[in-house]
C-alpha cells in the first residue's frame, strides 16, 4: 500500500494544506459527457453545479441526488492508530526497537523511549509471550495472533525516557483485563538524514523529541508505507505528517530527518492488542453457569440412582456410572440391584434414549417402576411387559433400552429378558466368555411386542458385566466390535467386582471427556471354600402328601436346623415355620411339593413349593374360623415372607429369619 512522501522540512500545517492541494492536483477530473452532461467522479464523488447556497439539483427521475461521501485523505498515522482504544505499537528490526506507542498504550503500560529495544523497554511483551511470536513474524512475514492474554492490573514500572507528545502516563488499570494480540508484519519508509549545517528553518519546527537515540528517531520517523497481508493493510491515504507529531531531530542540530523514496524499506512488526476482557468475563460467567446446570444435572442423575447398592447374600456387586462430555446434558443410564427374598436377586440395568432432563426425568420413572414390579416377583419378561406399556405411557416419544435378570443360587442360572438391549457377557471359571443370546425384543415403548424370557449358567466363581451402549459404541467403529473388545478386556479382568468396573472402563479408554455416559454393573457368584463354605448350605425334601407329610416335614427341619448348630429359639421358630408352610400346601396345593431349607452368613429361608399357581395372601381370621391362621402365624415369626409362581406353573411360598450377628 503506497504512502504519500511530504518533506519534513514543511511545518506542519503548510504539510496539511500541501497534501490536500497535491492529492486534488492528482485525483483524476471527471470528463464531459455527450449532451453537455458529466459523469460522477470516483468514490463517489460527483460534479455539483449548484453553488454553495443553492439546493442540489434534483436527478431525472425527482429523487434527491446523494450526498458526497467524505474520505480519510486528511487523516494522518497519528490521527487514526493515535485515537483507537486498541493498544498499538509499531517496532523495526531484529531487537524490535520501538518506533510507535499509541496513547492506549502508554495510558496502560505507560511512556517509553523510543529506539529502545523491545526486550529492555516493553517487559510486559516478555511477560505475555509475544517476543517469540514477533521474531516468528518479522522472520516469517505471516501474522500471528494470541488470544486471550490477561493483563495484571495496576501497570508495570516505565522505562526512563522522553514520551511520546500525547502519551501522558495513564492512572492504569484498577483490575486486571484480557487482549487478543495481533502481531502483524510491516514494512516503514527508511529515513533521510541531511547533512549537517542546513537551515535550522528546514528542520522540523515542532514535537522534538529531547535526548532520545538517533535510531530511535530515525525509526518513529519512518511512515507505515504498506502492509504485507491484506488483514494488516493501512489505508492509502494515510501521509506521512505523522512524523512531525512524534519526532523531529534526535542528532540535535547535526541532523534533518525525511524519508527517502529509493531507500530500502525498514522491516518492522505491528503490535495490535484489542480488549476482550468484557468478552471473556462473559465467557467466563457462561461457563460457570453451564458448570453449575452440569453440577445440577449429574447430581440430579446420581440421585436418581441407587445411593448404596443392595448387597445379596449369594452374589458381589457392584456398579459405577459416568456421565458424558462436559455439557449439562446428562444422560437416562440406570442401573439397579434389587434382593426379592429366598436368596434371589435381581439385576438391571438401562439406557433412556437422548439426553437432558428429560432423559433423566423418564429414567427416574421407570427405575422406580422397575421397582415396584419386581416386588411382585414376576418373571423377567413379564416385568419388561409392564415396563412396555409405562413407557410409552410417561412419554410416547421416548424409548429406553433395558435387560432385566433374576439371579436364583437354587439354580445356578441367570433368568433374564432384554428390551433392544446390549447382550449380557458372563464369565466361566476358566476365563471363558460367553454372550447370553436371544431372546431379545424391541425397545420399551414401542408397544405391540410380547416380550420372553432366556437364561444362562451363573456357576460359582463365574462373573456377568451388564452395560450400557456408551461403553462400547464409537462413531468409527460397529458397535459390535465394541462388544467385542469389551469380551477381550472381561476375559481377562479379575480382582472385586469395583476393581473390575474400574478396569473395564480404563481398557475401553472411557475419559471425562468421553461424549455419552456409561454405566456398568458388575457382579461375580463366587466359590466358597473352607470357613465361608461352611456358613452356606442347603437341604431339601421331597413331600408326596397323605397324613404323613406334616409330621417328616417337622422331623426334617428339626434335624437340619439342628446340624446346622443355630440357636435353639431359632430352630424353635424355623420347625413352626416350615411346619405352617407344609398344612398350606398341602392343604391348597397340588403335587408335587417339596420342602427346601437354605442357609446363609446373614439369613435362614424356608421355602415351600406345590404344582399349583394359586398365590396365598394374608388375611384376619375370625375368631370362630378354624384354619386361615397360618401366613398369619409365618408373618408374624419371620423377619419376612412372600410367594411367587414358579416357571412351568405352580408357585412357591418363603419366609426368612435374620441370623444373630456373630
Request: glycine share 10%.
Amino acid at each position: 500500500m503506497n504512502f504519500t512522501r511530504w518533506s519534513a522540512r514543511l511545518p506542519r500545517t503548510q504539510r496539511r494544506i500541501a497534501a490536500r492541494a497535491d492529492r486534488g492536483a492528482r485525483r483524476p477530473q471527471p470528463a464531459p459527457a455527450a449532451g453537455g452532461g458529466s459523469v460522477p467522479a470516483a468514490r463517489g464523488e460527483r460534479a455539483d453545479p449548484s453553488g454553495p447556497g443553492d439546493p442540489p439539483a434534483a436527478t431525472p427521475d425527482g429523487a434527491a441526488p446523494p450526498a458526497a461521501v467524505p474520505t480519510l485523505d486528511g487523516l494522518s498515522v497519528h490521527d487514526l492508530l493515535g485515537q483507537v482504544p486498541a493498544l498499538v505499537a509499531v517496532v523495526y528490526g531484529p531487537e524490535h526497537r520501538i518506533a510507535y506507542l499509541n496513547d492506549a498504550y502508554a495510558d496502560l503500560f505507560g511512556s517509553r523511549a523510543l529506539g529502545t529495544p523491545a526486550r529492555q523497554a516493553l517487559p510486559e511483551l516478555r511477560e505475555l509471550g509475544l517476543l517469540p511470536l514477533m521474531d516468528q513474524v518479522l522472520r516469517s512475514g505471516k501474522p500471528r495472533t494470541v488470544k486471550s492474554r490477561r493483563v495484571p492490573a495496576g501497570r508495570p514500572a516505565t522505562t526512563p525516557g522522553p514520551r511520546q507528545e500525547g502519551s501522558a502516563p495513564g492512572p492504569g488499570r484498577s483490575r486486571h483485563g484480557y487482549y487478543t494480540f495481533t502481531c502483524s508484519p510491516i514494512e516503514m519508509a527508511a529515513p533521510t538524514v541531511l547533512a549537517p549545517g542546513e537551515p535550522a528553518d528546514e528542520r522540523p519546527a515542532e514535537g522534538a523529541v529531547d535526548g532520545a537515540p538517533a535510531d530511535g528517531a530515525i525509526a518513529a520517523a519512518a511512515l507505515l508505507r504498506k502492509a504485507v497481508t491484506p488483514e494488516t493493510a493501512v489505508p492509502e491515504t494515510i501521509v506521512t505528517d505523522a512524523v512531525s507529531d512524534t519526532v523531529s531531530d534526535a542528532v540535535t542540530g547535526t541532523a534533518a530527518l525525511g524519508t527517502d523514496p529509493a531507500a530500502e524499506p525498514i522491516r518492522g512488526v505491528l503490535v495490535f492488542g484489542a480488549d476482550v476482557t468484557d468478552q471473556v468475563e462473559s465467557a467466563e460467567r457462561l461457563r460457570a453457569s453451564e458448570r453449575l446446570q452440569r453440577e445440577a444435572a449429574v447430581t440430579l442423575q446420581r440421585s436418581l440412582l441407587p445411593q448404596e447398592l443392595e448387597q445379596p447374600d449369594d452374589l458381589r456387586v457392584a456398579a459405577t456410572y459416568q456421565p458424558g462430555g462436559t455439557d449439562a446434558a446428562v444422560g437416562g443410564d440406570w442401573y439397579d440391584v434389587i434382593t426379592l427374598g429366598a436368596g434371589r436377586t435381581a439385576l438391571v440395568i438401562g439406557d433412556v434414549m437422548g439426553r437432558g432432563m428429560r432423559a433423566a426425568a423418564v429414567m427416574g420413572q421407570l427405575r422406580t417402576a422397575v421397582r415396584a414390579y419386581a416386588r411382585l416377583d414376576l418373571p423377567p419378561h413379564e416385568v419388561l411387559q409392564l415396563l412396555d406399556g409405562l413407557a410409552a405411557e410417561i412419554d410416547p416419544h421416548q424409548i429406553a433400552t433395558c435387560v432385566y435378570a433374576v439371579h436364583d443360587p437354587n439354580e445356578n442360572r441367570l433368568v433374564y429378558a432384554s428390551a433392544g438391549h446390549l447382550p449380557i457377557l458372563v464369565r466361566d471359571p476358566d476365563g471363558t466368555v460367553r454372550r447370553a443370546s436371544e431372546p431379545t425384543g424391541p425397545p420399551l415403548g414401542t408397544g405391540g411386542w410380547l416380550h420372553t424370557s432366556g437364561s444362562v449358567p451363573l456357576a460359582p466363581g463365574a462373573s456377568a458385566v451388564l452395560y450400557t451402549d456408551g461403553l462400547v459404541e464409537r462413531r468409527d467403529k460397529d458397535i459390535y466390535d465394541g462388544v467385542a473388545a469389551l469380551e477381550r478386556v472381561f476375559a481377562g479382568a479379575t480382582g472385586s467386582p469395583q476393581v473390575m468396573c474400574d478396569r473395564l472402563i480404563r481398557a475401553l479408554g472411557i475419559t471425562a471427556e468421553h461424549d455419552d455416559d456409561v454405566a456398568v454393573l458388575v457382579l461375580q457368584h463366587p466359590a466358597r471354600t473352607g470357613h465361608d463354605a461352611e456358613l452356606f448350605h442347603n437341604a431339601a425334601l421331597e413331600l408326596l402328601g397323605g397324613v404323613e407329610a406334616a409330621p417328616r416335614a417337622r422331623a426334617f427341619a428339626s434335624g437340619v436346623l439342628a446340624s446346622w448348630r443355630f440357636p435353639l429359639e431359632l430352630r424353635d421358630l424355623g420347625v413352626l415355620a416350615a411346619s405352617e408352610l407344609v398344612a398350606n400346601s398341602l392343604q391348597h396345593g397340588t403335587p408335587p411339593m417339596r420342602l427346601r431349607l437354605r442357609r446363609t452368613d446373614r439369613r435362614l429361608i424356608i421355602e415351600v413349593t406345590d404344582g399349583d399357581d394359586h398365590l396365598p395372601r394374608r388375611r384376619r381370621a375370625e375368631p370362630v374360623d378354624e384354619a386361615g391362621r397360618g401366613i398369619s402365624i409365618v408373618a408374624t415369626i419371620a423377619s419376612s415372607w412372600g410367594s411367587r409362581r414358579t416357571p412351568g406353573g405352580g408357585k412357591a411360598v418363603w419366609c426368612e429369619f435374620a441370623l444373630p450377628a456373630g
